[in-house]
C-alpha cells in the first residue's frame, strides 16, 4: 500500500490500477479510519473504478485517547476550534495532493465525505482549492465559521448534506443553516434530514449517499 503523510484504511473497488474516482471518507471526533471504514466496505460492491480513502485524524483526541481528531473540540471557544481547523486543512490539503499526484487524479475525480467533524472538516477545506471536487457529502456535520468559509470561496464544488432529525449532538437546525449559506453562495447543494435518526450514519444515509455518488460518478 502506498504510503502518505496521514495512515489510512484503503478499499478498492474493481481494480486499482484502472482508479478513475476517489472518496476521501473523513471519521467523526474520536473516531478513526477503520471507525468510518465500515461505510465504505457497504459501499464497496456498489462502485467500480474507485478507490476509497479512509484517513486516521492527525492528532489524538483530546477526550479519547484511543480515537483520533482533525482539530480540538475541548475547549469551547469559536476562535480557538477555528484556528485548529485551519491548521489542519493544511495537512490534509497536502494529503489530498499526495493521493492526487499517486492515482494521477483531478480534483473532478474526487469526493470528500464526512461524519460529523470529518463533515466539518471537509466543508472547511473543500472550497479553498482553485478547482471544484465532484462533491462534497457530509453526515451530521456544520460549518465551522461562516464568516471565514465566506471569504474563502474559490469553486462551486456540489453538496449533499444530511442529518437525523433526532441528533442530540450536533443540531439539525445545523443543516438548515448550512443550506441557506451555500445558496446565498450560488452552491448547488442537496439536503435531507433523516426522520428517527440522531448523532449516526443510519442505512437510509448511506444508501441515499451512495445513490448520490453513483450518479455523479466519473465513469
Not at 484503503?10 to 479510519?33: A, P, Q, R, T
Not at 457529502?137 to 453538496?159: E, H, V
Request: aromatic residues 10%.
Amino acid at each position: 500500500m502506498q504510503k502518505f503523510s496521514l495512515n489510512y484504511i484503503n478499499i478498492v473497488c474493481g481494480k486499482e490500477d484502472s482508479v478513475k474516482n476517489c472518496i476521501i471518507l473523513f471519521h467523526g471526533y474520536g473516531g478513526d479510519g477503520k471507525d468510518i471504514s465500515t461505510l465504505a466496505y457497504g459501499w464497496k460492491r456498489h462502485l467500480d473504478n474507485t478507490i476509497i480513502i479512509c484517513p486516521d485524524g492527525h492528532e489524538m483526541c483530546s477526550i479519547n485517547p484511543s480515537g483520533r481528531q482533525w482539530f480540538d473540540l475541548s475547549v469551547d471557544d469559536p476562535d480557538y476550534i477555528l484556528e485548529k481547523a485551519i491548521s489542519a486543512e493544511k495537512k490534509i490539503s497536502y494529503f489530498i495532493n499526495e493521493i492526487k499526484n499517486f492515482y494521477k487524479l483531478e480534483n473532478k475525480n474526487i469526493y470528500l465525505a464526512g461524519f460529523s467533524q470529518g463533515c466539518m472538516i471537509s466543508l472547511n477545506l473543500a472550497f479553498r482549492f482553485d478547482e471544484a471536487f465532484n462533491s462534497i457529502i457530509g453526515f451530521s456535520g456544520k460549518i465551522i465559521d461562516k464568516n471565514y468559509l465566506s471569504k474563502k470561496i474559490k469553486n462551486n464544488s456540489r453538496i449533499f448534506l444530511i442529518h437525523g432529525d433526532k441528533d442530540d449532538i450536533v443540531d439539525p437546525s445545523n443543516l438548515l443553516d448550512a443550506k441557506d449559506f451555500f445558496i446565498r453562495h450560488k452552491i448547488n447543494i442537496n439536503t435531507k434530514i433523516i426522520e428517527n435518526c440522531g448523532h449516526n450514519i443510519s442505512v437510509e444515509a448511506s444508501t441515499l449517499a451512495l445513490k448520490f455518488i453513483k450518479e455523479n460518478l466519473n465513469k
